[in-house]
């Protein structure tokens, strides 16, 4: 049987497959196919029965492919007496239910096509829970589209403040620690004055896709809260390099973007409210982390907190600067060690 096991999530919103979860009664591999025909008669919206043994899903039957079958001639008086697991897909789709939509959507779309008109199994640690269908994750996959164009900052694209907030929080609920980056772009200001709004705008759009390249899509989560202001929710197990990675590249590569006249002074020259002449530097990527403990954190608000104060700690740095407020990331590491240590003690 194909099984498709659970991954992490890294998308806009927080759907699994259990969300399209129908629970139709199963049979015993033992059961008459006169039995089978009799509940396809009886509920013409029931589009494949499971087939299972001892709560383990062993086989699915599609109700396009049993009724043709028993249409045929005097196969219904010849097979009314044979049991279903002569006539049952043994190899149908099983899918965990805390598998992310988007990836069973996916998997669909390159798949055989019965998987998506005859529907799959859905399991809960191997055990049968109900079934789902083709057409069921295709309604999820559009509603959440449509979500996630609703909340999207217009400028990336990207998801806005309640996705972000959405995304930290089933984090928290589910127990998993992750890191939290607030990332500014700084005199970002002052080069929109001097420059104007489109470059501003391309210069916002670069750094979005520069950051999106460094974060991976299965682990991670980017989002734009506005302006010229970033979030990244980071579970990818080298999170700091990847921030590294991205500080290095904004240095290398951002220069593009300016004008030969402002990299020359390193920045720009434009007049304050008193009408002096003031230099404001290039624009410099500053990134603030928090390490995320579901035990140290009870809401968004606090990791939003959080995250914003190990931000303005960043900018307190010259250049392109990172600061990881390594305080909350050693509370972690300490109390895992002397989780271990207790494990191996009472073990």
Not at 20 to 25: G, R, S
């Amino acid at each position: 049987m194909k099984t498709i096991v659970k991954q992490p999530y890294g998308n806009t919103r927080n759907i699994t497959v259990e969300t399209v979860l129908h629970y139709v009664e199963p049979v015993q591999p033992e059961t008459e196919l006169e039995k089978i025909f009799a509940c396809f008669s009886e509920n013409n919206s029931l589009l494949a029965i499971p087939v299972v043994k001892d709560e383990s899903p062993v086989g699915l039957i599609s109700r396009y492919e049993f009724v043709d079958s028993f249409a045929q001639p005097f196969h219904r008086e010849l097979s009314g007496k044979k049991i279903c697991s002569d006539m049952m897909n043994v190899a149908p789709l099983l899918v965990e239910k805390s598998t992310p939509i988007h990836e069973l959507s996916g998997f669909l779309s390159e798949s055989e096509i019965r998987h998506f008109t005859e529907g799959f199994i859905i399991t809960e640690q191997g055990r049968y829970i109900g079934i789902g269908t083709g057409h069921d994750v295709l309604r999820e996959i559009t509603k959440a589209q449509i979500a996630t164009t609703r909340y999207a900052n217009p400028l990336t694209l990207l998801p806005g403040y309640v996705p972000i907030n959405e995304h930290i929080e089933y984090l928290l609920q589910s127990g998993k620690s992750f890191a939290v980056c607030y990332v500014d772009l700084d005199n970002f200001k002052p080069f929109n004055d001097v420059c104007g709004y489109l470059k501003g705008d391309e210069l916002i759009q670069f750094t979005a896709k520069l950051l999106g390249n460094f974060c991976d899509p299965i682990h991670d989560f980017i989002g734009h809260i506005g302006g010229d202001d970033f979030i990244l929710v980071l579970q990818s197990p080298d999170w700091e390099q990847r921030c590294d990675w991205a500080l290095s590249a904004f240095a290398h590569t951002s220069a593009a973007l300016f004008d030969k006249d402002h990299r020359s002074i390193g920045g720009y020259l434009s007049g304050d409210r008193q009408g002096r002449i003031v230099h404001h530097p290039l624009p410099t990527l500053s990134i603030g982390v928090v390490w995320v403990n579901p035990k140290m954190f009870s809401s968004h608000h606090e990791v939003a907190e959080a995250a914003m104060a190990a931000k303005k700690r960043a900018q307190e740095q010259p250049g392109n600067s990172l600061f990881i407020e390594r305080r909350r990331l050693q509370q972690h590491k300490i109390a895992e060690e002397q989780h271990e240590s207790a494990g191996a003690y009472y073990g």
